[in-house]
């Protein structure tokens, strides 16, 4: 497990930020939709058919995401865009569909080409709200773009082979200060 902690919620800005809840863009492939374990050895989960592909789906990502919601404002943050809430919340349990980012390929934070082709929406769409965001798949441009902002920014790296997990939730929750 990866974690980064970039800046903790507090500061100037405490008051405003105790209004609202810091946002939590989750990815999917990676996250929830697992690949690359041993397939004798499969963790907790099962086998969808989304949109005519397989994806194994944890079965621990369910009751974490829920948890989460309780302390975060959720949204997609995945290549899957609006698709997500096509599938994920029945399979998931989660009530109704979660805002999503779109995103334009071969974008990223300012005019740097190689910045991480998340960044631009992910930056967008946080504006200055404090932020966590689960993704198997950051890079140094995430890091630096996070260390950068000036709301509390926290970074969790998942393997794709077990996704989301307890110890994830649990410092998400603590950073948030919602446990």
């Known amino acids: 497990m990866h974690v980064r902690e970039l800046k903790k ?4 800005r405490e008051a405003e930020q105790a209004r609202r809840s810091p946002l939590l863009l989750l990815d999917i492939d990676g996250v929830i939709s697992l690949f690359g ?12 058919a989304i949109e005519g592909l ?7 990502a369910a009751p974490l995401i829920a948890r989460l919601a ?13 698709r997500a809430n096509d599938h ?32 631009a929406a992910v930056d967008a769409y946080a504006g200055d709200r404090a932020l966590a965001w689960v993704d198997d ?19 969790v790296a998942t393997e794709p082979a077990v ?5 994830h939730a649990e410092r998400l929750l603590a950073w948030a200060g919602g446990d």
């Open 9 to 12: 919620p507090g500061g100037l």
């Open 37 to 48: 374990f041993p397939a004798q050895h499969p963790p907790a989960g099962r086998f969808h």
């Open 54 to 60: 397989p994806h194994f789906i944890s079965g621990a």
């Open 70 to 82: 309780g302390a975060f404002d959720l949204a997609w943050a995945s290549g899957w865009e609006d």
């Open 88 to 119: 994920l919340p029945h399979l998931l349990g989660l009530p109704g569909p979660l805002p999503f980012l779109r995103f334009t390929r071969g974008s990223g934070a300012g005019s740097s080409m190689r910045a991480h082709w998340k960044l």
């Open 137 to 155: 798949a950051f890079d140094r441009s995430c890091e630096q773009w996070a260390s950068d902002r000036a709301a509390p920014t926290l970074l």
């Open 163 to 167: 996704g989301l997990t307890e110890a």
